[in-house]
């Protein structure tokens, strides 16, 4: 169950985190991949290509600025090229910045607007043509319980983002349903990755403990995670999932935000 033979997924901030993890358990499953990375996050691609095709996959690696509509066309473009088609897209790139409601002035918003939501949609709008064309496809984005189930103080811009990519998702799936396409966000909770891990922007290594013994599920979670409840998204299993927000936090949203 949940193979993607014959699949082609774009997978944007691949190089490390949920994108990385994400990358990995597509390729297990059968998948080819366009891998989009971000030099200036500080992390290499590299062995996650190198990863991905040990299991088997063909793999197309791309330096991407999700911000800059002709990154997202080339590499998509590259993958039907390359790879066959396009089959699935993870819109995972994402930047958190902490910024008080004083401080926070149209540039701050703008740049996390436009990586976090309009890199989502350019991913998917270079996609949609060649799902449409082999009426398969699967429209995933990394959303957050900031904004959704919950609110993170300081973080205004990135819960609005995050919040926004739910409604992208919900119009999407009643547009493109018969085209076989579905759409669909996850939310993770606090998951251990680079950005979750930063004490500047985010919670810290401390602030990521702190949490922990307040999570049913009494553990962190990881990035593996998030990506088991990816690999089932991009299946045909889940052609009948579609306009949904899934929650993945280990039940911390139910047991209270204290």
Do not use: C
Not at 148 to 169: F, N
Request: negative net charge; glycine residues 10%; without cysteine.
């Amino acid at each position: 169950m949940f193979r993607l033979t014959g699949r082609v997924a774009l997978i944007t901030g691949a190089a490390s985190g949920i994108g990385a993890a994400t990358a990995q358990k597509y390729a297990a499953a059968g998948a080819d991949l366009a891998l989009a990375w971000y030099p200036a996050d500080g992390h290499d691609i590299d062995p996650v290509r190198w990863e991905a095709e040990k299991s088997g996959s063909r793999v197309v690696v791309a330096e991407v600025d999700v911000t800059q509509t002709d990154h997202v066309d080339a590499i998509v473009n590259r993958a039907v090229s390359e790879l066959g088609g396009m089959h699935i897209v993870v819109a995972n790139a994402g930047i958190a910045r902490k910024v008080e409601i004083e401080d926070l002035d149209d540039a701050a918003w703008n740049q996390l607007i436009d990586v976090d939501l309009n890199g989502a949609w350019r991913a998917f709008r270079a996609a949609i043509p060649h799902m449409k064309k082999a009426g398969y496809g699967r429209l995933l984005a990394t959303s957050s319980v900031a904004g959704t189930i919950s609110a993170w103080p300081q973080h205004l811009h990135y819960s609005a983002a995050k919040a926004a990519l739910v409604g992208l998702v919900k119009s999407l799936a009643v547009e493109l349903g018969e085209f076989g396409i579905t759409a669909n966000a996850v939310a993770p909770g606090v998951i251990r990755t680079p950005q979750s891990l930063d004490p500047i922007n985010s919670l810290g290594p401390e602030g990521v403990e702190a949490v922990r013994n307040k999570i049913p599920a009494g553990r962190v979670g990881t990035p593996e995670d998030i990506a088991h409840v990816y690999q089932f998204l991009a299946s045909a299993e889940a052609a009948y999932v579609t306009g949904q927000l899934l929650v993945v936090d280990g039940g911390r949203g139910l047991a209270g935000l204290d």
